[in-house]
């Protein structure tokens, strides 16, 4: 849902900032403005200097102009980190009951849970994401079923196999897992 929300601001705020500045570059090369246009010509400055201090002696003005662009800082910050945040796990730490712990990389751990879970009975496909904490890692897990297969079968499996396997090799107290099911799509059987 992120990535959707994320790639339609990106694509309004772009296509606002190229039509804007597109149209002011046109005008500035010589096009002739439309009439309800910010400024009328070539030579026009976009605020003049009446504008600028017309809310100059307004006690409101200046708290509401810093008010409004701290939010939008804010909020730019937000979106920044947001964008720039890791969602996959790099390494899991596995405890080895000496006291210290060993590194185990994130790739490998959803590439092994993806091929046992990708070998069930009924999965067609099988994509594993590991998101959270190094030491309480979660899996997001997507399977793909083929035609026929009982959804609760196939979950059943999922957990008491390939999800169990591999919180036990990894030495982890418990691996929450979010799983989506979906089936694949077949044409439809002709009934006799």
């Known amino acids: 849902m992120f990535r959707i929300v994320n790639r339609v601001l990106l694509g309004v705020i772009g296509l606002a900032l190229v039509v804007i500045g597109g149209s002011v570059l046109a005008v500035g090369l010589g096009a002739g ?7 009328d010509g070539r030579h026009d400055v976009l605020l003049s200097d009446a504008d600028r201090a017309r ?7 200046w708290p509401v102009v810093i008010a409004v662009l701290a939010v939008l800082v804010l909020l730019a910050l937000w ?3 947001a964008v720039l945040r890791r969602r996959r796990l790099a390494e899991v730490l596995v405890d080895t009951g000496d006291g210290e712990g060993a590194l185990l990389r994130g790739r490998a751990l959803e590439g092994v849970l993806a091929d046992e879970a990708g070998q069930l009975d009924g999965v067609q496909r099988a994509q594993i994401l590991l998101t959270g904490r190094r030491s309480g890692p979660e899996a997001r897990v997507q399977l793909v079923l083929e035609p026929h297969v009982d959804p609760g079968h196939a979950l059943h499996s999922l957990t008491t196999e390939a999800l169990t396997h591999a919180r036990d090799s990894a030495g982890l ?3 929450p897992a979010e799983v989506r099911l979906r089936g694949v799509k ?5 009934v006799s």
């Open 55 to 61: 809310w100059r002696d307004e006690g409101w003005w």
């Open 79 to 81: 979106w920044l980190t």
């Open 33 to 39: 403005p439309p009439s309800w246009w910010i400024h």
């Open 173 to 175: 107290a418990a691996l």
């Open 186 to 190: 077949h044409r439809a059987e002709r």
